[in-house]
């Protein structure tokens, strides 16, 4: 914590103190309060600011991390509402610039500081103009508002450094700030610094699990559903004829299949239809006393987006079924044309027991 933001939650505290009817010394006492406690009082004044104002407060960081790229570091958040921020204070710093005053007095402006210099105008599009207005976010764990600029606008501010260094329109004291843009420019991807803040900050399990719920939400119905046949008839006997067995000559209801059917099933279906979704359809299908599922998978799943994604994968898994002579070759062929959904830290665990 700075000292200028040990000063506003000592005041605040203070003030907090003195409305309490501790006016003479609030100052002392605010001083013995324990940090987490003048968080929590600069938080709760800040609420009560806007509320008073009747307005909105802004969105709380609900992760924050330091972004190192090279020696650069940068202090950044993912708010809760989904945006990736980097600290105006902090994006300054690291280019190079003291403002740290002007980020105080203008940090809510319509641009960023460091974009609000005359002669770079001409190279600021409204698409830029809009994208890089500051973000105004309560911390984390409390303390002073803070400033932010949405991630994905970083590259972009760096591109008006560099092509009003290429005019030559930059003053001498503005050269070391293109200088840093470039090094910036360089350790950014115009498309990767929003993964960047969300393994800076830890965001990303969070967004895996909650990419994951979104899934399984479309995916998985809330009861099972009465069979009704889904897989048709040519899956299996390409099947069979890719595996060498004998296809038996009998009706569907007296067809044995051999075991090994229910695994292949899962490799080339239910592992490549959608991440989680095999796991949660046997987790939610209850087992007889030896242990073996009651119902079919496909029964757990939707009928408005699970169903037609599962009738549209046997599709083209038939239709490679058919294209291959072997069965190594049809699963070079779908591990390239509908490879298995890579695992996300959410469920790397163990299948469930059998």
């Known amino acids: 914590m700075t000292d200028e933001n040990s000063f506003s939650l000592t005041s605040e505290a203070a003030k907090e103190l003195s409305q309490l009817g501790a006016s003479k010394g609030g100052d002392a006492r605010a001083q013995k309060l324990s940090p987490e406690r003048r968080s929590?009082?600069?938080?709760?004044?800040?609420?009560?600011?806007w509320a008073k104002a009747g307005k909105k407060p802004p969105p709380k960081a609900t992760h924050e991390g330091t972004l190192r790229i090279g020696d650069i570091a940068i202090q950044c958040a993912v708010l809760e509402d989904g945006?990736?921020?980097?600290?105006?204070?902090?994006?300054?710093?690291?280019?190079?610039a003291s403002t740290p005053t002007a980020i105080n007095r203008r940090g809510a402006g319509k641009l960023p500081v460091l974009?609000?210099?005359?002669?770079?105008?001409?190279?600021?599009?409204?698409d830029l103009e809009e994208s890089a207005k500051p973000v105004i976010y309560r911390p984390e764990q409390g303390g002073a508002t803070g400033y932010g600029i949405r991630a994905e606008a970083i590259p972009k501010i760096c591109d008006v450094w560099l092509k009003a260094r290429d005019q030559g329109v930059l003053r001498h004291n503005q050269v070391h700030l293109a200088k840093s843009a470039d090094i910036l420019i360089r350790g950014l991807a115009h498309v990767g610094i929003v993964a960047l803040v969300d393994e800076a900050t830890g965001?990303?399990?969070?967004?895996?699990k909650l990419a994951l719920a979104k899934i399984l939400e479309k995916f998985i119905a809330k009861e099972l559903r009465p069979?009704?046949?889904?897989?048709?008839?040519?899956?299996?006997?390409?099947?069979f004829r890719l595996r060498n067995w004998k296809w038996p000559d009998l009706p569907a209801e007296q067809r044995r299949r051999p075991i090994l059917v229910g695994n292949l099933t899962d490799n080339i279906v239910y592992d490549r239809l959608a991440p989680g979704v095999k796991r949660k359809l046997k987790e939610m299908i209850p087992r007889d006393e030896t242990g073996r599922l009651t119902k079919k998978l496909f029964q757990g799943l939707t009928g408005d987006v699970g169903d037609p994604k599962l009738k549209e994968h046997l599709g083209a898994v038939v239709a490679l079924m058919k294209a291959a002579?072997?069965?190594?070759?049809f699963i070079t062929m779908i591990d390239r044309a509908l490879?298995?959904?890579?695992p996300l830290p959410l469920f790397d665990l163990p299948e469930p027991k059998q």
Do not use: C
Request: hydrophobic share 35%; aromatic share 14%; glycine share 4%.
């Open 83 to 96: 945006s990736r921020v980097i600290s105006q204070r902090g994006f300054a710093r690291a280019m190079g």
């Open 40 to 49: 929590e009082i600069a938080r709760a004044a800040v609420e009560a600011r």
């Open 115 to 126: 974009l609000t210099a005359k002669n770079l105008y001409p190279f600021i599009d409204d």
């Open 339 to 342: 490879p298995k959904h890579k």
């Open 203 to 208: 965001y990303q399990d969070d967004r895996d």
């Open 227 to 239: 069979y009704a046949k889904r897989f048709p008839t040519d899956f299996y006997k390409e099947m």
């Open 325 to 329: 002579d072997t069965w190594p070759q």
